[in-house]
């Protein structure tokens, strides 16, 4: 991750993720400190104060939450590792979706993927995966579950496997994580 711009103050909080998109909880990770799980929030004169008609962007005292997960490395520098709305959160375990589908995505029959969360009455969420295969591709969830042994741990493999047509974006392209569990339910 780049270095903040000057008039720009960037800090990483290390809060549960569920909490982070509220205000900053917990205690912003100090210069030395490695955090393995952060929040983005920064200040600067270019972020957005308000919401339209009148619904504050920032906290009290100015930050503004980007809603971007990071890992900080020994050298000080950070990785965005994906976004606190869209971590899966299994039996207590945070569950990165582009772990997820970094691995899955490795097989030959794979085009794309995404990783998304479901409900789950014991552990909270699940780990789905919707897939889209290659043009005349086949793949088995037995067969997934074999490509995956020893890529991923355990509570980290896919509880449900659903293969569609296209994965649902938006007009510009982007991933709609949110509808994803719509589609794999119709």
Known sequence: MAAPRPAESLCFWQVPARQAASRPQGRPCASKAR???????RI????????????????AQG????????????DGSYT???RARDLIISGGENIHPLEIETAVGEHPA?????????PHDEWG???????VLHGG??????????????????????RRVFFVQAL??????KLRRGALAKLVAA
């Open 80 to 82: 965005v590792v994906g």
């Open 35 to 41: 955090c393995s799980r952060t929040a983005n929030w």
């Open 110 to 118: 794979v085009a794309e993927c995404a990783a998304f969360g479901l």
């Open 168 to 173: 649902p974006r938006t007009a510009l392209g």
């Open 63 to 74: 930050w503004f939450h980007t809603g971007d997960l990071a890992t900080r490395a020994d």
């Open 125 to 131: 969420e699940s780990v789905a995966v919707a897939i």
């Open 44 to 59: 600067a004169r270019n972020v957005v104060a308000r919401y339209w008609p009148d619904e504050p962007a920032c906290h």
């Open 137 to 158: 591709a086949r793949l088995s969830s037995q067969e997934l579950d074999a490509h995956l042994d020893g890529r991923l741990a355990r509570f980290k493999l896919p």
